[in-house]
């Protein structure tokens, strides 16, 4: 029941508060010397130890443990005396048994400090968070001394927006095998050509990895990542989407043969009206000049100098054939509200009679509504003075919900849904066209057939016309062996994306009171 009391003679076991005292003392004859390694039997002197042992019956246990101190009959050795030691229950200046040190190292790299010296103190093991902490760094950092097969690489932010690091993951046994300290194709190339063994990299879109990935294991396969590629495609179809959201009133009508009686009058849809105000001005403004630099040969560079912007806003820009795509609105020329959802709701109550703003915010607010009270007072002011108000016009669907729908296996969507994307698809060929595309790129994807259909596939999404879509392809052939190893094997980096995740965990638990050597042992040695 006890093994790591086999060596030792208990002389007595009893109560001392809330503690359990085993009183022992040990039974070898001869103990060798740590320095010389010579036997002696010659006692010198003998003393009593107090180690603090894992919880008997949740209570807290010490050993007091009775060891002697030998004399060293090696007459040349520096050390003249040296205390016995029990192999599995004690070491040179420890207060703990290992099983004890074990058990405290365990919760210390599940939990960190603070966190982990509660539950210590629950488990009647008590230990202070620096002593937790002595522990965790006290542990040595696993060697690599071969890359596994199958290796997974993604960043994750030290501090995010100004440093970042690289995390090496196996991908078949599902562990981290190390940290880089910065993210650069140069520091993984040097970590890859010193641990040869890489048949496998899997990666997301990132053009530092491929670079490293390809000097440090020429020979390897790198593959992109599915749910990134995936993803991508989902942002080329939001811009498409915003590109032809004049067509996405048509989803009106749609609902309201779904949801309104047959014999009931059919809303009028009211056409999409351009928006107006500083801001829309200001945007087409900076359009037209982009486009126009843009003409001229200047490069995005000179362009956000020049301008004033930075280069992802001089993208984005350039991304957009008109400034209405930019301009973010629910065909009414003004912004969406977050209000929006609830207005139907709101002229319910103020027709039932409850004119209160203050009465009506709670109501919204338990309906999910995180607005303001204010906002919900200016809106309803228009009211005033009249007792019953029509009903608000149908908004059209928001150009994330139609693209969500277009990334929606079909027979997934609800009904309304369905009926609102086919009546925006039929009024719109070209997102026809687009979710067409998609459907096919998902089907290649879930079947893992890349190898053959792609290039087909790239070529009839270039046919559509459609320049998020050209965008998109453009990305892939960029990086084409990488995106067909991954529309075709089965790996992916989705081990890895969950250890990033963890990491985020673990940032938060130690937020402030920690260094990246501490972070880095919590990630290589946790279990």
Known sequence: MFPHLADVRVERVFLAGRSVRIQASTRIAEAACPACGQLSARVH???ERRLSDTAIAGQETVIHLRVRRFSCLNQGCASKTFAEQVPGLTARYGRRSPGLTEALRAVALALGGRAGARLAGRLATGASRMTLIRLIRAMPDPAVSASPRVLGVDEFALRKGHS???LLVDVEARRPVDILDERSSESFAVWLAGRPGAKFICRDRAGCY???????APD????????????NLGEAVERAVARHREHLPAAVAAQAVACVAVTAPEP??????PRTGKIADRTRDRHADVHKM???GRSFGEIAAALGLSRNTVRRFARAASPEELLAC?????????????APYLHERWNAGCTNAALLWQEIRARGYQGSRRQVRGYLARFRGSTTVPAPTPAPPKVRAVTAWIMTQPDRLADADRASLDAILAASPELAAVTASVRDFAAIMNERRGRKPLEPWMTAALATGEP???SFVTGLRADQDAVTAGLTLPWSSGVVEGHVNRIKMLKRQMYGRASPDLLRRRILLAD
């Open 210 to 216: 491929a670079d490293g990935g390809a000097r440090g």
């Open 294 to 296: 843009l003409a001229g």
């Open 220 to 231: 390897a396969v790198q593959v992109a990542d599915r749910w990134h590629l995936w993803h």
């Open 45 to 47: 002197s003998r003393y």
């Open 268 to 273: 009028a849809v009211t056409p999409a009206v």
């Open 164 to 166: 970042y690091g690289t």
């Open 330 to 342: 629910d065909g009414t020329g003004r912004r969406a509200s977050i209000l929006d959802e609830h």
């Open 468 to 470: 998020a879509l050209r």
